[in-house]
């Protein structure tokens, strides 16, 4: 055991050699070590030249940049929400084998075809990557609060059959759906103003660049101007 951590020890020694010999320490300070020798060949160093070459080195170790690790690489946002689109799927399924109220379902679609838009593959998913809290948003919205909204339903109106509450279960699934329309659309509706401004902010500076003329000039037709023929 004792040889075996010993020759980890001589490995790890020798790999610290190592890597010190190309550090960009090393590298600047033997530059400046090949400067000192140079000095000493043209007489300038004088008998002290072990101490100009060692401070020239030791300079130069000292001037060169630390060592900088590699920043770690995490994953592309945009590639979550490949996995949104697939849970997408799993929750649209899902709710094509419950039975539900009419309103609760044209509600569901209409908050699914905004989840899907938002989702769909190009710049618009894009756009929703780089936002991380609307990202989360639809994450919550496609992997628990819709899921969650109709099982409450379909468990609270069995009970309801045999003893009826304050309040039909109806009414409760078809406020929570819009309540996460809402949300979705809200989602939508960040990204159509943020568009919207980008467009303004462009029509500003076109209209600027050609002095608020307001338009493009025109420019006359070539005959305008010539004499009527014979």
């Keep these: 055991m004792a040889t075996s951590r010993s020759r980890g020890g001589g490995r790890s020694v020798a790999a610290r050699v190592v890597g010190y010999l190309e550090s960009a320490r090393n590298l600047a300070g033997g530059a400046a070590a090949l400067v000192g020798l140079a000095l000493t060949f043209t007489g300038f160093a004088g008998p ?33 929400l490949d996995e949104l689109r697939a849970d997408l799927v799993t929750l649209r399924a899902y709710l094509d084998r419950v039975d539900l109220p009419a309103a609760a379902t044209e509600r569901l679609t209409d908050l699914t075809g905004l989840l899907d838009g938002l989702l769909a593959p190009g710049w618009a998913s894009e756009a929703l990557a780089d936002d991380p809290e609307g990202v989360h948003v639809v994450a919550r919205a496609v992997r628990r609060d819709v899921p ?36 979705a659309q809200g989602l939508v509706d960040g990204a159509r103003e943020a568009e919207e401004s980008r467009q303004r902010s462009h029509t500003k500076y ?8 307001g338009g493009l000039r025109r420019t006359p037709p070539a005959d305008m101007g010539r004499p009527p023929e014979p």
Aim: proline share 13%.
């Design 206 to 213: 076109l209209e600027d660049r050609g002095g608020g003329g």
């Design 48 to 80: 002290y030249w072990p101490v100009v070459v060692g401070g020239l080195y030791g300079a130069g170790a000292l001037l060169a940049p630390p060592p900088r690790p590699p920043a770690p690489a995490f994953e592309d946002p945009s590639s979550r």
């Design 148 to 183: 969650e909204s109709v099982d409450v339903y379909l468990r609270t109106r069995w009970w309801t059959r045999l003893a009826p509450g304050a309040r039909a279960p109806e009414e409760e699934l078809e406020r929570q759906v819009a309540l996460l329309h809402g949300e």
